[in-house]
């Protein structure tokens, strides 16, 4: 247990829908990163917060889009859903130091599938 | 910007076989390298990773990998496989400078029958 949770585990839905996935960091850790895992992209970072102010964006898509609250978990929205868009999408967490080998620890995972 | 390049999607391995997981990156700054195992169904957990010194790195689970610098190279080994070991293992790299945002390789499925 890497003490990162993510709700929920799986979600259906159909295309043209919205949703939210729901990240709380490990005790202490200030970053959340999102990252999205799928068969044909492989492991793709989306967008790293720390401590509430976004701090880099990787291939994330405009219909997209992640907040981080003061208590220092974060959602993930994504809309417009796609059949493309079925993956599964992770959450990171670390403290975060800028230039610091900070170790990022993953929760489980929330398995999206858009029909 | 930064890539890193799994050579192999799988690999079949006998169990108490040793094995070997290439692992090649490009980067125009200098990196950290990790390598993260993903078990079925679970999220991924840290291996070991490379910051600094020794060439040579152990990790949990009996995993060691030796970074190269001039083949730019993080080779995952282990000298004695067990079926539960496995599992997808990916390899990453991040920048030194500013936020470890990590780059992941396309992961590596490692198959130990008996």
């Known amino acids: 247990d890497s003490g990162v949770t993510q709700t929920p585990k799986h979600l259906i839905t ?13 005790s ?23 401590n509430g102010e976004e701090r880099a964006k990787g291939n994330i898509l405009e219909r997209f889009s992640a907040q981080q609250f003061p208590d220092l978990h974060s959602e993930l929205n994504l809309s417009s859903l796609e059949l493309g868009d079925s993956a599964l999408y ?3 967490s670390s403290v975060a130091r800028m230039g610091s080998p900070d170790t990022q620890y993953f929760g489980p995972g929330t398995r999206l599938t858009v029909l | 910007a930064q890539s890193v390049t799994q050579l192999d999607s799988q690999v079949p391995v ?21 390598w993260y195992v993903q078990y079925p169904n679970q999220g ?35 000298p004695s496989v067990h079926i539960s070991d496995t599992a997808e293992y990916f390899c990453a790299v991040s920048a030194r400078r ?17």
């Open chain 1, 28 to 50: 202490g850790d200030l970053s959340v990163y999102w990252y999205q895992q799928s068969l044909d992209q492989g492991l793709q970072f989306l967008i790293h917060y720390y």
């Open chain 1, 14 to 26: 159909a295309t043209g829908q919205r949703v939210t996935l729901r990240c709380s960091p490990r």
């Open chain 1, 90 to 92: 992770f959450c990171a």
């Open chain 2, 44 to 78: 991924l957990q840290l291996l070991l990773k490379y910051l600094s010194g020794s060439t040579l790195v152990k990790g949990i689970n009996g995993f060691e990998a030796e970074f190269n610098k001039s083949q730019t190279s993080f080779h995952l080994r282990k």
């Open chain 2, 14 to 34: 006998f169990e108490e076989a040793p094995v070997e997981l290439r692992c090649n990156y490009s980067s125009s700054v200098s990196v950290y390298l990790f």
């Open chain 2, 98 to 114: 500013g936020y470890s945002t990590l780059t992941f390789g396309k992961g590596t499925m490692l198959l130990v029958s008996p």
